[in-house]
């Protein structure tokens, strides 16, 4: 059974995978009884936030779920996304530092990497994605990064056109959705 974090998530991995299939919600105190379920129907693990492209995963067994308190699988996947966002922020910072040297092919690449591997559900990542394919005149890169934010809602919708100040809001968006603006900036 995959078990996602985010409705982008899930989403994501039914498109790179080419894998038909629904995405549907539960809540954390249902998972026990889903487990149980999912367990009387032949279904033995979970896998949490399974990467659609790396052939590596985290499986848990469905039957230490049944019988858990919520609190046991929320500290499971607590740590799992922690581990994630640590080396999401690696890939960010590196990002910045090759755009300050004006490198932004490799600065695109290690967003994309973000968005693939990752967490593609922050807006501002597809953002930077789409504004340095722009600036790179990858026309069918810059389109698809559009298509994502759609899924935004209408704040992320229309067209992306480079200047400074799109380029600044998606910055500090990205950094304060990976928790990487210290707490003095006064944003929350």
């Known amino acids: 059974m995959l078990l996602f974090s985010s409705l982008f998530a899930a989403t994501e991995y039914l498109r790179a995978t080419g894998t038909p299939g629904t995405v549907g919600q539960l809540k954390v105190e249902a998972l026990p009884e889903r487990a149980r379920a999912w367990l009387s129907a032949g279904v033995q693990a979970g896998v949490m936030d399974r990467c659609p492209r790396c052939p590596q995963f985290l499986a848990i067994n469905l039957a230490a779920i049944a019988k858990s308190p919520k609190e046991d699988f929320a500290k499971l996947w607590a740590y799992q996304r922690a581990a994630r966002l640590v080396l999401a922020e690696i890939r960010i910072q590196s990002a910045m530092k090759h755009s300050a040297a004006g490198a932004h092919a490799a600065a695109r690449s290690d967003l994309e990497y973000v968005r693939d591997h990752f967490d593609c559900s ?53 950094m304060a959705n990976f928790g990487m603006l210290p707490q003095s900036a006064g944003i929350k």
């Open 122 to 174: 922050v807006p501002y990542l597809h953002q930077m994605i789409g504004l340095y394919a722009g600036m790179q005149h990858d026309e069918s890169a810059k389109a698809i990064a559009m298509e994502r934010l759609k899924e935004f809602g209408p704040q992320f919708e229309g067209p992306l056109v480079f200047s400074p100040e799109a380029l600044s809001t998606a910055i500090v968006g990205l």
